[in-house]
T-cell receptor, first 110, second 113 residues
Framework: DAGITQSPRHKVTETGTPVTLRCHQT?????MYWYRQDPGHGLRLIHYSYGVKDTDKGEVSDGYSVSRSKTEDFLLTLESATSSQTSVYFCAIRGYLGYTFGSGTRLTVV | QQQVKQSPQSLIVQKGGISIINCAYE??????FPWYQQFPGKGPALLIA?????SEKKEGRFTISFNKSAKQFSLHIMDSQPGDSATYFC????????????FGEGTQLTVNP
């Protein structure tokens, strides 16, 4: 998607290991968001950021932390991955025309 | 707490028919109601959005109907095409609280040729 990239696109990790997902934007937007998508639940907000070093929790933040040291990068860290965190993770930016989502990271915790 | 409830979970429509997806919300402070379309392996993409000061918005074959008193809004896809087969999400947000979108559960739409 134009202006926003997520990495990696796929990852398999073991239970108990830390994992970091990266979201990079080229649009210089202030607001960035991390969502997870699971069948039957739609997309649920994990954390969001309203500026460099300014972050807040969403509805499913337990087990996750975020950091935003530069406007363009928003990192999501699973401190100790669990099988319940197997999901597709989407980053989004809020622009003038609404949200733009990245292509997602499919994370599998085994 | 599910603040936005979406139905149906899945929908099968014949080509040329009308697809209707419904959403209901609880938080009366919501003031922005978008619909997103998602194809497999892709992120959701904004389809159409409405604010509560209007009751209907139309863009091409896509129309949002909004009923503020009932706290409901719906997406109508006219002349549905096989290329419309995708997952559709309604969402809602309050612009003064960081514009955090709350999503419905999603509707898997299949349009048969």
């Amino acid at each position: 998607d134009a202006g926003i990239t997520q990495s990696p696109r796929h990852k398999v990790t073991e239970t108990g290991t830390p994992v970091t997902l990266r979201c990079h934007q080229t649009e210089n937007h202030r607001y960035m968001y991390w969502y997870r998508q699971d069948p039957g639940h739609g997309l649920r907000l994990i954390h969001y950021s309203y500026g460099v070093k300014d972050t807040d929790k969403g509805e499913v933040s337990d087990g996750y932390s975020v950091s935003r040291s530069k406007t363009e990068d928003f990192l999501l860290t699973l401190e100790s991955a669990t099988s319940s965190q197997t999901s597709v993770y989407f980053c989004a930016i809020r622009g003038y025309l609404g949200y733009t989502f990245g292509s997602g990271t499919r994370l599998t915790v085994v | 707490q599910q603040q936005v409830k979406q139905s149906p979970q899945s929908l099968i429509v014949q080509k040329g028919g009308i697809s209707i997806i419904n959403c209901a919300y609880e938080n009366t402070a919501f003031d922005y109601f978008p619909w997103y379309q998602q194809f497999p392996g892709k992120g959701p993409a904004l389809l159409i959005a409405i604010r509560p000061d209007v009751s209907e918005k139309k863009e091409g074959r896509f129309t949002i109907s909004f009923n503020k008193s009932a706290k409901q809004f719906s997406l109508h896809i006219m002349d549905s095409q096989p290329g419309d087969s995708a997952t559709y999400f309604c969402a809602a947000s309050q612009e003064t609280s960081g514009s955090r979108l709350t999503f419905g559960e999603g509707t898997q739409l299949t349009v048969n040729p």
